[in-house]
């Protein structure tokens, strides 16, 4: 069965003190595997897009990496806006659909 | 570029009742999605369109789940009858010839 697993679940942590997520997936022929920042109250906003093994992306303090079976998001440096729900899904060969994990909740703290 | 726009943004209704959910993909976009997620879970996919046409709606509870994208653009989706399980916020997101779907601020559904 098509499987998700982000951990931690929750995750808090002091300005500047970096640190890592983890997605692990179970799923035949993946496809692309992405990453969005989730607000409250808001939609899930775009943020990086991985498709193969040894793939790596950045976007200011963040940073994206794909592993056959894992990916990571390392944060590094954060600050209070980085706190935010970190949503990670995949898509297989011959579809478009999207399967969520169930999100990392980030706290910054100052 | 505008994003994709959702109404409204939230709605209370009792169960038994019906409600109806508009979305408006980014212009250009063919495919449009509707997911819904429910407190402290991922987004799950409900239906997707490209263009005019249904692509996947196998997560799509037909009993009482509808959705039509007349024109290829606007989307509707509806609940009729409404249960107490449906409470959730329900997502459009839509993409272009890149892969990245790009989602609007849902709709957040409360039924009591």
């Known amino acids: 069965e098509d499987q998700v697993t982000q951990s931690p679940e929750a995750l808090r942590l002091q300005e500047g003190e970096s640190s890592s997520l983890n997605c692990s997936y179970t799923?035949?022929?993946?496809?692309?595997l992405f990453w969005y920042r989730q607000d409250p109250g808001k939609g899930p906003e775009f943020l990086f897009t991985l498709y193969s093994a040894g793939e790596e992306k950045e976007k200011e303090r963040l940073k994206a990496t794909l592993t056959k079976k894992e990916s990571f998001l390392h944060i590094t440096a954060p600050k209070p806006e980085d706190s935010a729900t970190y949503l990670c899904?995949?898509?297989?060969?011959?579809?478009?659909?999207?399967?969520f994990g169930t999100g990392t909740r980030l706290q910054v703290f100052p | 570029e505008a994003g994709v726009a959702q109404s409204p943004r939230y709605k209370i209704i009792e169960k038994r009742q019906s409600v109806a959910f508009w979305c408006n993909p980014i212009s250009g976009h063919a495919t449009l999605y509707w997911y819904q997620q429910i407190l402290g879970q991922g987004p799950k996919l409900l239906i997707q369109f490209q263009n005019n046409g249904v692509v996947d709606d196998s997560q799509l509870p037909k009993d009482r789940f509808s959705a039509e994208r007349l024109k290829g653009v606007d989307s509707t989706l509806k609940i009729q009858p409404a249960k107490l399980e449906d409470s959730a916020v329900y997502l459009c997101a839509s993409s272009g010839i890149r892969s990245e779907q790009y989602f609007g601020p849902g709709t957040r559904l409360t039924v009591t």
């Open positions: 899904a995949v898509r297989k060969y011959n579809t478009d659909k999207l399967i």
């Open positions: 799923v035949s022929g993946l496809r692309g």
